[in-house]
């Protein structure tokens, strides 16, 4: 079964710290890939970074990176230079792979709720 | 360049009416998919549509339905409204082939 699990439902943060949130994934699929977006108290789901499975590298995008690894199935979200603006809630997802059936549906974590303070 | 857009913003139905959900993918953008983020449920996938046709469908029933239009704009229709209904529903877009998944602002529906 696919299952996204982010164990922090809250996080922390002094304004300009690093921050790491954490999501562990579970699939039988070769192929597939890992999205961390934003969702403000708006609503909006915003699109922050994405990592494919047979991308080497981690991702990176400005002041998010993904610390990718594989073998234990984690992708967690490492934000830099905390801003107050980056307080919202946060979901780890995975695009389920064609093998499972799941082609091209995201599949979410419960997500992490961030604050930021000053 | 302008991002997925959702009508209406709000949406007030009572039960066993229907809704009709609207939503424009980013220009370029051929597959639209349809989410339900409910309280206590989180998101789940509902449907997605490609070139006209829907590609996948989520654990929903019948009710829920949609299509997709020549210009890739899509409609998501839920019939015979129940109380649980009551959600955002959020639509994104892709390129075709492309895994990143762009949303738009949703649309809150209520229903009493």
């Known amino acids: 079964a696919q299952k996204i699990t982010q164990t922090q439902p809250g996080m922390f943060v002094q304004e300009k710290e690093a921050v790491t949130l954490d999501c562990t994934y579970d699939?039988?699929?070769?192929?597939?890939?890992l999205f961390w977006y934003k969702q403000p108290s708006s609503g909006e789901m915003i699109f922050l970074i994405y990592?494919?499975?047979?991308?080497?590298q981690n991702a990176t995008e400005g002041r998010y990176s993904l610390n990718f690894q594989k073998a234990r199935k984690s992708a967690n979200l490492v934000i830099s230079a905390s801003q107050l603006g980056d307080s919202a809630m946060y979901f780890c997802?995975?695009?389920?792979?064609?093998?499972?059936?799941?082609?091209?549906?995201?599949?979410f974590g419960a997500g992490t709720r961030l604050a930021v303070h000053p | 360049e302008a991002g997925v857009t959702q009508s209406p913003t709000h949406l007030i139905k009572t039960r066993g009416q229907q809704a009709t959900l609207r939503c424009s993918p980013i220009?370029?953008?051929?597959?639209v998919y349809w989410y339900q983020q409910a309280l206590g449920l989180g998101l789940q996938f509902l449907l997605w549509?490609?070139?006209?046709?829907?590609?996948n469908r989520g654990n929903f029933p019948p009710r829920f339905s949609g299509r997709q239009f020549p210009n890739y704009s899509s409609e998501l229709n839920v019939n015979a409204l129940e109380l649980e209904d009551s959600a955002l529903y959020l639509c994104?877009?892709?390129?075709?082939?492309?895994?990143?998944?762009?949303f738009g602002p949703g649309t809150r529906l209520t229903v009493t």
């Open positions: 994104a877009s892709s390129l075709r082939g492309k895994d990143e998944q762009y």
């Open positions: 699939t039988s699929d070769q192929s597939y890939g």
């Open positions: 990592q494919g499975s047979y991308d080497e």
């Open positions: 997802a995975m695009r389920a792979g064609r093998v499972s059936g799941g082609y091209n549906k995201l599949i």
């Open positions: 220009s370029g953008h051929t597959s």
């Open positions: 549509y490609d070139e006209g046709e829907e590609r």
